[in-house]
């Protein structure tokens, strides 16, 4: 069963069009939320933390949101060099150490 | 700059090799972590590190080792290579184990034929 799904898998934007980009979890005990954006050919890298449900975080055309099933990752007014493939991962629980799921991503295209 | 650094960035090696991939960081973070990044999966965690001579077994660890003999390297490897392990491979650090802010290194990807 998967622990994070992220959708849509794929999504296209014209500029400035906002949209919104979802992770469910099925974990219980979260101990964190986190966001990354991947550009291809590169790793990703760490955009927000995420702890409680009602907790948002902004970050330029970014916004972060969380609930206690899911969290949106909204963008407002994107631009082309919004393009990437953002992951969402959680940790949860004691015993799991230091140990992250991740989702497989939402890959988001922002056309001029 | 501090940075982390991954090497090969390419590798194109036959079943049955044995296989070392580098991961070396200069922000003197005592966590490193080694994962796996494949089409329909998530990053999978491979091995990690909470400082030195502490290693533990991920969600894949199956094929793979590491050591960790100073803080700033943590090196992969595969002791005999297989088809499934053909892969891209993110290392990563980060400060302390309570926090989700990994510092990932820009990938190394292998290829076993």
Redesign the interface.
């Known amino acids: 069963e998967d622990q994070?799904t992220q959708s849509p898998e794929a999504l296209r934007l014209q500029e400035g069009e906002s949209s919104s980009l979802n992770c469910s979890y099925t974990v219980s005990g979260l101990r964190?939320?986190?966001w990354?954006r991947q550009d291809p050919?590169?790793?990703?890298?760490?955009l927000f933390?995420l702890y409680s449900a009602g907790e948002e975080k902004e970050k330029e055309r970014l916004k972060a949101t969380l609930t206690k099933k899911e969290s949106f990752l909204h963008i407002t007014a994107p631009k082309p060099e919004d393009s990437a493939t953002y992951?969402c991962?959680v940790?949860w629980g004691i015993n799991t150490?230091?140990?992250?799921?991740?989702?497989?991503?939402t890959s988001l295209t922002v056309i001029p | 700059d501090a940075e982390i650094t991954q090497s090969p960035r390419h590798k194109i090696t036959e079943t049955g090799r044995q296989v070392t991939l580098a991961c070396h960081q200069t922000w003197n973070h005592n966590n490193m972590f080694w994962y796996r990044q494949d089409l329909g999966h998530g990053l999978r965690l491979i091995h990690y590190s909470y400082g030195v001579q502490d290693t533990n077994k991920g969600e894949v660890s199956d094929g793979y080792s590491v050591s960790r003999s100073n803080t700033e390297d943590l090196p992969l490897t595969l002791e005999s290579a297989a088809s499934s392990q053909t892969s891209v491979y993110f290392c990563a650090s980060s400060q302390d184990r309570g926090t989700g802010e990994l510092f990932f290194g820009e990938g190394s990807r292998l290829t076993v034929l």
């Open positions: 994070v964190g939320l986190f990354y050919g590169k790793g990703p890298e760490f933390t992951l991962a940790r150490g230091n140990q992250f799921y991740f989702g497989t991503g």
